[in-house]
């Protein structure tokens, strides 16, 4: 497959407004433009496009709710706080293309009938944040931004916001009372941001991988886009590839590509001739799936059928030199470190688990203790208010249900074939 | 809410019908189901945090959710005793209880800790899980309130209630993880208005007021609910005594006025009542010196002076403070009436007085507000004038950050003083000390034409057609002048107030600035008669007096002009009707005023004056005046609780119980009944105001009821104020004022934050974090003088000067300073008499 969202990778002409157009930035937008919004949301429809930042939710459905608001005060937010672990992918484009995602900015919000966007950067990208300032003042001088977007009489404001650094503003409510000045925490939903969102307005979140996947199918046409992937699964998608793996990066496949042909033929197989042991097909919030799994797509239906989540489409590979229990505890470090510290089970419920982890990574577990880990997990799991909550105990439950043994082992000999090795 | 509809849900198998945009919660609660919670409070928009409230919801698959949050919705199926619901919360407060510092046997708020009784309801037992919960902070820099972020469930109640009621913001959320902890910017010390509305919302001992550590057990304490006798916003309280002795005060809650919430005087300025200068019992003067004395010996020497005085044929005169109950204020009108036979009785140049019984009653022909609290907070647009609630009345304040936070009500605010509601306001009219009659009618000018001088629909009030031409020259380029003003700041004020369909206009009394009050509450009347909101819900005028009992004294007759039930002594029917139940004539004459009966007695016309809880030496504004008036009078009578600046005048002193020794009612701004319960005996042999004036009756041989009898008189002569309807009429505005000249400095008079003046002054709680005796200006001020924080400054006052300690306050509005009354009259004798004229002064550093 011919890149698309990563077409302007090793040339930096793209980085500036003007090679960014001999490249073919903003004709899509030039051609939405002239058209009714309602048909674009329609067109993004038959598209089959789904949001890249996780959830797989249709995008045009998403755009419609927004649409069918009537409200002159909208908001286009997209959302860069990429974090989660193992995901650089929306980084990639930022670097390589930061004129594909304005453009599908502006068509995004054409289409939903905003006049201001966003987009909320991570506060650790501060280099991409820089070229995303530089684009957008460009834009704005080009007359791409502004009252008057490519002399059309549609008025597009967008500014870029740096977020603080903190992993949980990537749920879209935390996300927007940070843009708010206020404490990055979650709020309570209803209402959703569709109805009420940033400053009390209508607001669409997208990330930023979906909304670069906008330009390409106003140019080529929803069919196009739609005959990419497999069927509900649709368009190129950017795999980013972390872990025990020669050539780790981000590959630019057409969705539903097997995890096996990105693993062995993309990213040159498993160093040092180790065989695979698991991975985690999107991030550390996705559940583990066993090495027999391998032949499965990598796409939103496929892998919520084998148990796990496609998720951002960070894929960690891990041979069989990683001992499952301490993989569990380097999750739930992150996760108790990053929770924002609202809800109970979440700020107290991840550090008991990492607590317990560490007593059976150091030979003090108890036979009684992987029953402790697997309620209280379930509890985090089933009653925590939002999504880092909710998914932080996922690697932990897999790699109990899948690897059960090296847990048992930890707790009778005080440590797994694994960790001795490494001793 | 708009558009709600009726829908229908199960719940425990049980068919329930519900509002759309209700919670579940709520919805569970009306049933009488029991659902633990942590983190809610009605008071404040849902937070999510506890996660107690789960309940389970078994269509659509969705499992366990928190009903705090969760709207209803049609078909919905819940069950909310169930075994996993009760797992699921068994093993939150497991969760809890190990990120908690357990000191339950030592722990303030052991007895009264929601978490300790959900931990003991759900029967929780210590995880055995080698947890290592963090060092939590432990802030106790303030004087007043203590943190423990070790103890805290960070339910997040108290830095909601500080952003969402309290509009300050002074404490956040902080960190991430384990380590997330309430704290101040910074880490510094809690600097804040210190309402304690975080510590009464706290569910445990996370935040506890340090002067209420007590040793005695809560279960040991004994509760009463009464009312406090600071402001007339009438808040409810709970007072927790042990063997007399005040323990904890904390707010009502449920269904109080006041909702939960009070202000630092409220809930800390209660330790005078054993103030060591306490008066105990009763003082005569023999030989120049005021000596104790029996109650016998004392209420002879009374009898005695008034009996000369009768012989004489002197005025006898009497003031008395609107803090007094309505039984007491009531019997004190009636002793002097229908005992001594003086007409001359009243509560004196009390803030707020003149504005019911001057401005409101021209205006609407009634002597009460028009509005309640709860109009105050459906109200669309408030209008404060004269002052700013956050340092007069202060529950208006939580009123108008609640309406503006979660109703988006706006507020327009002109006043000339500092700090306050600035940052919530939607137009703030920052005019020049005194000019807001004046601001008020250049509103009224622009209204008259925007809106033709009515709504649709309502009726033109009488004498419009004068009113309307008598505002002709108060356009508002000419009110502008007056005022400090820009044209366009008075036309959008007035464009706010013609956007809207309820106005509430508040005035709020006992600031201290110059201006009549009364024309200021009468204008205002007639601004809502204009918009066509004299009456009804989310409309009308809320006149606040200073003292808690304003409203009542004036409603029980406490004035020379009216007598109970709003009757006119000038009438004879009005008077009849007294005269029927009191079965003795009463005088005909309308009685002196305070200045009146200050001046008589400086004239030596006045053989008896009777203070009680007055004292116009040192409280009011022309103490020249009452230092001669109280030479002169021949015999001078006291009742306070202290030694004031009056008694030194004074033949007999007579120690009188306050705050809450008394029994009895109030009557709120509100126009709403409120009781007082006696919570703590007072010491010595003092007595009620009330049992003061029944002794003296009884002395002069007059039948005067009390206790029942009394109640039941009353309510034959006492109406219920809310039963007339307001008669709304226009009259027509004078000449425009002339504009002042500006002294380089505006000297702010009004209440202070923790201090209202001499009673609080003598709470040392209050005194400790917050002493009175300073002057408070603006950094930039303080640079352009040239001193420090702390450094002593030269204010020139006309000819006099005086040295104060100058602190420097972010709040106050350059070219401003402040300071209380109090403190300059305790300063310097040539400030005794304070005019309008002192607010302009000149600051330098020395």
């Known amino acids: 497959m011919e890149p698309i969202l990563l077409r302007a990778r090793g040339n930096k002409d793209a980085l500036s407004l003007e090679g960014a157009r001999r490249l073919g930035a903003y004709t899509a937008l030039q051609k939405a433009l002239g058209r009714q919004p309602s048909k674009i949301v329609e067109e993004i429809k038959r598209s089959n496009l789904r949001g890249r930042g996780g959830a797989g939710f249709p995008t045009g459905l998403k755009w419609q709710f927004s649409s069918d608001i009537a409200d002159d005060r909208k908001y286009m937010i997209c959302n860069a706080n990429e974090s989660e672990p193992g995901t650089f992918k929306d980084r990639e484009i930022i670097r390589c293309n930061p004129h594909l995602l304005l453009e599908g900015i502006a068509i995004a919000a054409y289409a939903v009938g905003a006049h201001d966007a966003a987009i909320y950067v991570r506060g650790e990208f501060r280099d991409e944040a820089d070229v995303l300032e530089r684009a957008v003042a460009e834009a704005y001088a080009e007359g791409i931004l502004g009252s008057s977007v490519l002399s059309s009489p549609y008025r597009l404001d967008l500014f870029v916001h740096r977020g603080a650094g903190a992993y949980v503003c990537g749920d879209e409510t935390a996300l927007l009372n940070s843009m708010e000045g206020k404490r990055g925490q979650p709020r309570v939903r209803p209402p959703f941001p569709a109805a009420s969102g940033f400053l009390q307005t209508p607001t669409v979140v997208n990330n930023v991988e979906t909304l670069s996947c906008v330009p390409s199918i106003i140019e080529h046409g929803a069919l196009w886009f739609a005959k990419i992937g497999r069927p509900g699964n649709a368009g190129p998608k950017l795999y980013s590839v972390s872990g025990h793996v020669m050539h780790p990066g981000v590959y630019e496949l057409p969705m539903g590509t097997p995890f096996s042909e990105i693993i062995y033929e993309h990213c040159g197989g498993l160093p040092g001739g180790r065989t695979l042991k698991a991975f985690s097909p999107g991030g550390a919030s996705t559940p583990l799936l066993p090495h027999d799994k391998v032949e499965i797509p990598a796409d939103f239906d496929s892998v919520a059928a084998a148990g796990s989540m496609l998720g951002s489409g960070g894929l960690i590979v891990m041979d069989d030199s990683a001992c499952m229990v301490d993989v569990a505890k380097n999750c739930l470090e992150f996760m108790s470190r990053e929770s924002c510290g609202m809800c109970s089970p979440c700020r107290i419920g991840t550090k008991v688990l990492l607590d317990l982890l560490s007593d059976i990574c150091e030979g003090r577990g108890r036979p009684e203790s992987l029953s402790t880990l697997e309620v209280l997990a379930a509890h985090v799991q089933q009653i925590s208010m939002c999504g880092l909550g909710q998914t932080a105990p996922v690697i932990l439950l897999s790699a109990l249900r899948h690897f059960r043994s090296e847990y048992e082992e930890h707790i009778a000999h005080g440590g797994c074939a694994v960790c001795r090795k490494e001793q | 809410?708009?558009?709600?509809?009726?829908?229908?849900?199960?719940?425990?198998?049980?068919?329930?019908?519900?509002?759309?945009?209700?919670?579940?919660?709520?919805?569970?609660?009306?049933?009488?189901?029991?659902?633990?919670?942590?983190?809610?409070?009605?008071?404040?928009?849902?937070?999510?945090?506890?996660?107690?409230?789960?309940?389970?919801?078994?269509?659509?698959?969705?499992?366990?959710?928190?009903?705090?949050?969760?709207?209803?919705?049609?078909?919905?199926?819940?069950?909310?005793?169930?075994?996993?619901?009760?797992?699921?919360?068994?093993?939150?407060?497991?969760?809890?209880?190990?990120?908690?510092?357990?000191?339950?046997?030592?722990?303030?708020?052991?007895?009264?800790?929601?978490?300790?009784?959900?931990?003991?309801?759900?029967?929780?037992?210590?995880?055995?899980?080698?947890?290592?919960?963090?060092?939590?902070?432990?802030?106790?820099?303030?004087?007043?309130?203590?943190?423990?972020?070790?103890?805290?469930?960070?339910?997040?109640?108290?830095?909601?209630?500080?952003?969402?009621?309290?509009?300050?913001?002074?404490?956040?959320?902080?960190?991430?993880?384990?380590?997330?902890?309430?704290?101040?910017?910074?880490?510094?010390?809690?600097?804040?208005?210190?309402?304690?509305?975080?510590?009464?919302?706290?569910?445990?001992?996370?935040?506890?007021?340090?002067?209420?550590?007590?040793?005695?057990?809560?279960?040991?304490?004994?509760?009463?609910?009464?009312?406090?006798?600071?402001?007339?916003?009438?808040?409810?309280?709970?007072?927790?005594?042990?063997?007399?002795?005040?323990?904890?005060?904390?707010?009502?809650?449920?269904?109080?006025?006041?909702?939960?919430?009070?202000?630092?005087?409220?809930?800390?300025?209660?330790?005078?009542?054993?103030?060591?200068?306490?008066?105990?019992?009763?003082?005569?003067?023999?030989?120049?010196?005021?000596?104790?004395?029996?109650?016998?010996?004392?209420?002879?020497?009374?009898?005695?002076?008034?009996?000369?005085?009768?012989?004489?044929?002197?005025?006898?005169?009497?003031?008395?403070?609107?803090?007094?109950?309505?039984?007491?204020?009531?019997?004190?009108?009636?002793?002097?009436?229908?005992?001594?036979?003086?007409?001359?009785?009243?509560?004196?140049?009390?803030?707020?007085?003149?504005?019911?019984?001057?401005?409101?009653?021209?205006?609407?022909?009634?002597?009460?507000?028009?509005?309640?609290?709860?109009?105050?907070?459906?109200?669309?647009?408030?209008?404060?004038?004269?002052?700013?609630?956050?340092?007069?009345?202060?529950?208006?304040?939580?009123?108008?950050?609640?309406?503006?936070?979660?109703?988006?009500?706006?507020?327009?605010?002109?006043?000339?003083?500092?700090?306050?509601?600035?940052?919530?306001?939607?137009?703030?009219?920052?005019?020049?000390?005194?000019?807001?009659?004046t601001l008020v009618l250049g509103l009224a000018h622009v209204l008259v034409r925007k809106?033709?001088?009515?709504?649709?629909?309502?009726?033109?009030?009488?004498?419009?057609?004068?009113?309307?031409?008598?505002?002709?020259?108060?356009?508002?380029?000419?009110?502008?002048?007056?005022?400090?003003?820009?044209?366009?700041?008075?036309?959008?004020?007035?464009?706010?107030?013609?956007?809207?369909?309820?106005?509430?206009?508040?005035?709020?009394?006992?600031?201290?600035?110059?201006?009549?009050?009364?024309?200021?509450?009468?204008?205002?009347?007639?601004?809502?008669?204009?918009?066509?909101?004299?009456?009804?819900?989310?409309?009308?005028?809320?006149?606040?007096?200073?003292?808690?009992?304003?409203?009542?004294?004036?409603?029980?007759?406490?004035?020379?002009?009216?007598?109970?039930?709003?009757?006119?002594?000038?009438?004879?029917?009005?008077?009849?009707?007294?005269?029927?139940?009191?079965?003795?004539?009463?005088?005909?004459?309308?009685?002196?005023?305070?200045?009146?009966?200050?001046?008589?007695?400086?004239?030596?016309?006045?053989?008896?004056?009777?203070?009680?809880?007055?004292?116009?030496?040192?409280?009011?504004?022309?103490?020249?005046?009452?230092?001669?008036?109280?030479?002169?009078?021949?015999?001078?009578?006291?009742q306070d609780a202290f030694l004031t600046a009056s008694t030194q005048f004074a033949d007999v002193v007579l120690p009188a119980a306050i705050l809450s020794e008394r029994i009895g009612h109030f009557i709120a701004a509100d126009g709403m009944p409120r009781e007082l319960q006696r919570t703590d005996r007072p010491p010595g042999s003092i007595l009620q105001d009330g049992q003061i004036f029944l002794e003296l009756a009884g002395r002069c041989g007059a039948a005067v009821s009390s206790g029942p009898a009394l109640r039941e008189e009353m309510r034959r002569l006492v109406r219920d104020p809310r039963g007339v309807s307001p008669?709304?009429?226009?009259?027509?505005?004078?000449?425009?004022?002339?504009?002042?000249?500006?002294?380089?400095?505006?000297?702010?008079?009004?209440?202070?934050?923790?201090?209202?003046?001499?009673?609080?002054?003598?709470?040392?709680?209050?005194?400790?974090?917050?002493?009175?005796?300073?002057?408070?200006?603006?950094?930039?001020?303080?640079?352009?003088?040239?001193?420090?924080?702390?450094?002593?400054?030269?204010?020139?006052?006309g000819d006099n000067q005086i040295l104060l300690r100058g602190h420097i306050d972010a709040s106050m509005r350059e070219g401003t300073i402040a300071t209380l009354p109090q403190s300059l009259k305790a300063h310097a004798r040539v400030f005794e008499d304070i005019t309008d004229e002192m607010c302009w002064v000149c600051v330098e550093a020395v």
């Not at chain 2, 400790?768 to 005796?773: D, I, R, S, T």
């Open chain 2, 1 to 437: 809410m708009a558009n709600q509809r009726s829908v229908t849900l199960d719940i425990n198998g049980k068919r329930v019908t519900a509002l759309t945009g209700e919670t579940l919660l709520s919805v569970l609660r009306r049933e009488g189901i029991s659902v633990p919670t942590l983190c809610y409070d009605e008071r404040l928009a849902p937070h999510g945090g506890c996660r107690m409230c789960l309940v389970a919801r078994r269509d659509g698959g969705q499992g366990l959710v928190a009903s705090c949050y969760t709207p209803v919705q049609r078909g919905m199926v819940i069950e909310t005793d169930t075994e996993d619901v009760m797992a699921a919360r068994r093993r939150q407060l497991q969760l809890l209880i190990l990120d908690h510092r357990m000191e339950c046997p030592v722990c303030e708020r052991s007895g009264d800790c929601r978490l300790q009784d959900l931990v003991y309801e759900y029967g929780i037992e210590e995880a055995p899980l080698s947890f290592s919960r963090p060092t939590g902070l432990h802030d106790t820099a303030s004087a007043v309130i203590a943190r423990d972020n070790e103890k805290c469930v960070l339910c997040a109640k108290c830095v909601r209630l500080c952003s969402e009621v309290q509009g300050i913001d002074a404490i956040g959320i902080f960190d991430r993880g384990l380590t997330t902890h309430v704290s101040t910017a910074g880490n510094r010390p809690l600097d804040c208005e210190f309402c304690g509305q975080c510590v009464h919302a706290c569910p445990v001992g996370a935040l506890v007021a340090k002067p209420f550590v007590s040793d005695v057990p809560v279960w040991l304490r004994e509760s009463t609910a009464t009312t406090c006798s600071y402001c007339s916003c009438g808040c409810l309280l709970r007072m927790e005594s042990y063997e007399g002795e005040i323990q904890r005060v904390t707010p009502l809650l449920d269904g109080s006025p006041n909702n939960g919430k009070l202000c630092a005087k409220g809930w800390l300025g209660w330790d005078i009542t054993t103030h060591p200068e306490r008066l105990k019992h009763p003082m005569i003067r023999k030989d120049r010196q005021l000596v104790e004395a029996g109650w016998e010996e004392a209420l002879e020497v009374t009898i005695a002076g008034l009996r000369r005085a009768q012989e004489r044929n002197r005025a006898i005169t009497g003031l008395a403070t609107p803090r007094l109950t309505n039984e007491d204020a009531y019997l004190f009108q009636r002793l002097f009436r229908s005992v001594f036979g003086s007409p001359h009785v009243g509560a004196g140049s009390a803030p707020g007085i003149s504005a019911l019984v001057d401005g409101v009653r021209p205006a609407y022909g009634i002597t009460r507000s028009t509005a309640s609290f709860k109009d105050l907070a459906s109200a669309d647009a408030v209008m404060v004038l004269c002052a700013d609630p956050t340092r007069t009345h202060p529950l208006i304040k939580t009123e108008l950050v609640q309406g503006i936070m979660q109703r988006g009500q706006k507020l327009l605010l002109a006043h000339a003083l500092s700090g306050g509601l600035q940052r919530q306001a939607t137009i703030y009219l920052p005019l020049h000390p005194g000019t807001e009659e």
């Open chain 2, 451 to 638: 809106l033709h001088g009515r709504r649709d629909g309502a009726p033109q009030p009488v004498g419009f057609a004068e009113f309307r031409k008598g505002l002709e020259q108060h356009s508002p380029r000419a009110v502008g002048s007056i005022t400090g003003l820009q044209p366009d700041e008075i036309r959008a004020a007035a464009g706010l107030l013609a956007s809207v369909d309820n106005v509430v206009v508040v005035v709020l009394t006992g600031s201290g600035i110059p201006g009549d009050e009364a024309a200021v509450a009468r204008r205002g009347c007639e601004l809502l008669s204009l918009l066509g909101c004299v009456d009804g819900p989310g409309r009308g005028i809320l006149v606040m007096g200073e003292k808690a009992n304003t409203q009542g004294v004036v409603e029980v007759g406490l004035h020379p002009a009216l007598l109970p039930g709003s009757r006119l002594v000038a009438n004879d029917d009005d008077r009849a009707a007294c005269e029927a139940v009191w079965k003795t004539s009463i005088p005909a004459l309308t009685g002196w005023n305070s200045e009146k009966m200050l001046q008589a007695a400086a004239g030596g016309k006045v053989g008896f004056f009777y203070l009680v809880g007055q004292d116009p030496v040192g409280d009011w504004r022309s103490g020249s005046l009452a230092r001669e008036a109280l030479e002169r009078a021949d015999f001078v009578i006291v």
């Open chain 2, 727 to 797: 008669q709304p009429k226009l009259s027509p505005p004078g000449a425009l004022p002339e504009p002042r000249v500006m002294n380089p400095f505006f000297l702010d008079l009004s209440p202070q934050l923790f201090h209202s003046g001499s009673t609080t002054m003598r709470s040392a709680l209050l005194k400790e974090f917050a002493p009175p005796v300073s002057v408070l200006l603006s950094p930039r001020d303080a640079d352009a003088i040239g001193i420090s924080d702390g450094a002593m400054v030269r204010l020139t006052v």
